[in-house]
């Protein structure tokens, strides 16, 4: 399907886990970015990729790694899970950024325990 | 870097009323603002965007403006429907090589039948 698509949507997890969620999309966009949605906090950019093997760090980087050996896939992990890592994420890809609509996936729901 | 205030943070209007939502920004480099609008359960998705060297721009019923002097753009939304309720999120974002999209904290609109 085309398109941009996240996984797992939902995730529980322990306190001290390692957990990687995937975030693939199908148009070949340069950008990719990395999200996470609290209330009172609209989304807070983590991550972004300009291109494959080019990261750079947003907002909130602290506690997660991310990678980007092909274009079309952007895997964000949480080294070691803590509760304040309790959000829902969103992965987004832009073609021709900057300046350029971002398209959104569905989001992971993610639970740390 | 960018930094990106949006008010009110919930709205709520009659069908067919009009709703304004408005933010601010910090960077004056910043030359792109899109608004994006989430349904419940879903990501963000794009509605209008406007760049800086546009005072206003129209779609049917929504409209955005911007004050580059004041550092501020507003999402204008006319005869409102049901279908309207939503969060909605403004950004900015500036369009050199570093190239980041900062969202606002969101608003919560809720339009009554």
């Known amino acids: 399907d085309a398109g941009i698509t996240q996984s797992p949507r939902y995730k529980i997890t322990e306190t001290g886990r390692q957990v990687t969620l995937m975030c693939h999309q199908t148009?070949?966009?340069?950008?990719m970015f990395w999200y996470r949605q609290d209330l009172g906090h609209g989304l807070r950019l983590i991550y972004y990729?300009?291109?494959?093997?080019?990261?750079d760090k947003g907002e909130v980087p602290d506690g997660y790694v991310v990678s980007r050996s092909k274009t079309e896939n952007f895997p964000l992990t949480l080294e070691s899970a803590t509760r304040s890592q309790t959000s829902v994420y969103f992965c987004?890809?832009?073609?021709?950024?900057?300046?350029?609509?971002?398209?959104f996936g569905q989001g992971t729901r993610l639970t740390v325990v | 870097g960018e930094n990106v205030e949006q008010h009110p943070s919930t709205l709520s209007v009659q069908e067919g009323d009009s709703a304004v939502i408005k933010c601010t920004y910090s960077?004056?480099?910043?030359?792109?603002f899109p608004w994006y609008k989430q349904e419940l359960g879903k990501g963000p998705q794009l509605i209008i965007d406007?760049?800086?060297?546009?005072g206003e721009k129209k779609d049917q019923r929504i409209a955005v403006t911007l004050n580059k002097t004041a550092k501020h753009f507003s999402l204008h939304i006319t005869e409102t429907q049901p279908e309207d309720s939503a969060v909605y999120f403004c950004?900015?974002?500036?369009?050199?090589?570093?190239?980041?999209?900062?969202f606002g904290s969101g608003t919560r609109l809720l339009v009554r039948p």
């Open positions: 987004a890809s832009s073609d021709r950024a900057p300046g350029t609509e971002a398209f």
């Open positions: 148009w070949s966009h340069s950008y």
């Open positions: 990729s300009a291109a494959a093997d080019i990261t």
């Open positions: 960077d004056s480099a910043s030359n792109y």
């Open positions: 406007i760049r800086s060297n546009v």
């Open positions: 950004a900015a974002s500036s369009t050199d090589s570093s190239y980041k999209l900062i």
